[in-house]
């Protein structure tokens, strides 16, 4: 999966008009135990607490999910996880 990312990387640059490509994985933060992992999820995988907020990248800048407008977490709904590079 690691080989992927380079040629898929390549690609982008080869094929399309793009000359900038961020890489923003999603996190959650649990206000219970202090955990932070990766992905947004509504239950924390360490303590099983529902209390958690959703950390991700808008503009160029990480920010609270519960802190964005409608217009904002419509778009964070419609976005589309990468699992494989191909």
Not at 30 to 43: E, F, I, M, Y
Not at 75 to 82: Q, T
Request: charged share 25%; proline share 7%; aromatic share 10%.
């Amino acid at each position: 999966p690691s080989t992927e990312i380079p040629g898929f990387m390549a690609r982008i640059f080869r094929e399309t008009r793009n000359r900038e490509i961020i890489l923003a994985p999603d996190f959650s933060t649990c206000h219970d135990c202090g955990l932070t992992s990766p992905g947004l999820k509504s239950v924390c995988p360490f303590c099983g607490s529902v209390s958690m907020e959703g950390i991700a990248m808008i503009t160029q800048y990480y920010s609270r999910v519960s802190g964005w407008n409608k217009g904002k977490l419509a778009e964070l709904r419609d976005r589309r996880p990468i699992d494989r590079f191909a």
